[in-house]
């Protein structure tokens, strides 16, 4: 209920609001934002997630933190499983709270001291042709703790993974039972 006030607070309200902390290191590009300027992205959100259903689109790498408290983890969540019905090739990975990994999670200048996971994982996406299906049952290997040769070996993947995906699903990664990858947890 309160993500629909405040979508409609976002159409009306002309403030601007300003970051408070502006002047940090890592704010890259601008200071601040007009409120109302949230409306195409609240907009373009609505007709990507219309579209989703029955239309095939682009693989998708979905990252997200449960520390993100700008934005709606159900949403995404539900927006993903829209996406993978229709491309099978996209995947969903959630960073664990205990990890302190905000909103803006790109960089260790962006406070994120996990940036290399990020790219470990995007890098493992770009080079595999693996679906969610399969994504998955690689994972559930790992956290059986098989290694990697076992795992290329059973699922017969052929090198289509990187290696270094094992570093992320861990229980130190906030990967135990797998929920960092399952967006109906």
């Not at 289509?160 to 135990?176: P, R, Y």
Request: aromatic share 12%; charged share 25%; proline share 2%.
């Amino acid at each position: 209920m309160h993500t629909a006030i405040l979508d409609q607070l976002i159409k009306i309200l002309p403030i601007y609001f300003e970051w408070f902390n502006k002047d940090a290191s890592g704010n890259f590009g601008y200071k601040g934002f007009c409120l109302k300027a949230l409306r195409i992205f609240l907009e373009l959100a609505k007709e990507v997630s219309e579209k989703a259903q029955g239309c095939i689109s682009a693989p998708i790498l979905m990252v997200c933190s449960e520390a993100d408290r700008a934005v709606n983890l159900s949403k995404q969540q539900d927006f993903f499983r829209k996406v993978v019905k229709e491309q099978p090739k996209s995947w969903y990975y959630c960073f664990d709270d205990s990890l302190h990994i905000e909103h803006r999670m790109m960089t260790k200048l962006e406070d994120n001291d996990y940036e290399d996971l990020v790219i470990t994982l995007a890098k493992a996406f770009v080079e595999s042709d693996l679906t969610w299906v399969e994504f998955k049952q690689m994972a559930k290997l790992i956290v059986q703790g098989q290694t990697y040769d076992q795992i290329m070996l059973k699922l017969n993947f052929d090198g289509q993974v990187s290696q270094q995906l094992s570093a992320m699903m861990t229980q130190a990664f906030g990967c135990e039972h797998l929920n960092c990858i399952d967006p109906d947890s």
